[in-house]
């Protein structure tokens, strides 16, 4: 009975130790879950600036940025050519008649243009309008203070009006910029001889001289060792074959006008 016990006993015993076996197999700890790797966050994009629109030009800084080559730059307009390119056109052919008509014109759709009113202040003086001229450059020296050929052309026609300090204001300042001409140094020497100011005079024409200007050139030999010139007659243009020049007294040489 007692053997019978401890059977029994043993045989109980071997049963709980592999249930016990059996249940560490089965709650055996899972592994541990690997985290999720969270995608970074999308970086913030920054929206471009809003585009500023560009301050207006104001029209008299438009007028001389139009004229910065003073008087030539119709010369590059293509075909066909509008009032002040014609207007240029007809004056060279002689006809000043149709050229007024157009310089007008130009004037009148560009008014705060220099060379436009330069161009109308050049028929004017070839007609021998002399007041009406200086008007005219009186204006196109306001658009564009920097306009060289509209301060020589202001000086000439002063000359011919017989106001010759004013006409060496004019030319002074025309030589002082550029593009500087050697016809503008002539017609500076021109307005120093009128005033019988024959030392500068020689000195503006000598310069004119250097930029083979061959009327400088006659004028200087003219002067050499002449002390005082007297004149009987003021300025009076005439036209002559190429339309540009203009006579002055048996003084003075034959001036330019320029586009």
């Known amino acids: 009975m007692n053997k019978t016990n401890t059977i029994l006993r043993t045989f109980a015993a071997l ?3 592999g249930s ?3 249940c560490e197999e089965t709650l055996a700890p899972a592994p541990k879950p690997t985290p999720a790797v969270s995608p970074e966050p999308p970086k913030p994009v920054t929206p471009p600036p809003a585009a500023t629109a560009p301050a207006p030009t104001p029209p008299e800084a438009q007028a ?7 008087d030539k730059d119709e010369t590059t307009t293509p075909k066909p050519m509008g009032a002040l390119g014609r207007a240029r056109a007809a004056l060279d052919s002689g ?3 149709e050229a007024l008509k157009l310089a007008k014109i130009a004037v009148g759709a560009s008014p705060m243009r220099s060379a436009a009113w330069n161009t109308l202040g050049r028929v004017q003086l070839q007609m021998g309008r002399r007041k009406e001229a200086i008007t005219s450059f009186e204006k196109a020296v306001e658009l564009n203070e920097r306009n060289s050929y509209a301060q020589n052309n202001l000086g000439l026609a002063l000359i011919y009006d017989g106001q010759y300090e004013k006409a060496v204001d004019a030319l002074e300042q025309a030589v002082e910029m550029e593009p500087v001409e050697g016809y503008m140094w002539n017609n500076l020497g021109m307005a120093y001889e009128h005033l019988d100011r024959l030392d500068e005079a020689r000195d503006a024409y000598a310069k004119a001289t250097e930029k083979e200007n061959d009327r400088a050139r006659e004028s200087l030999a003219r002067l050499k060792g002449v002390k005082s010139v007297i004149r009987t007659a003021n300025a009076d243009p005439v036209k002559t ?19």
């Open 15 to 17: 049963s709980l130790a």
């Open 64 to 70: 001389k940025k139009d004229d910065q080559t003073a």
């Open 95 to 97: 006809d000043t008649d």
């Open 241 to 259: 074959d190429d339309n540009k020049d203009v006579k002055d007294t048996k003084e003075i040489e034959p001036p330019k006008t320029v586009q």
């Open 20 to 22: 016990l076996a059996a």
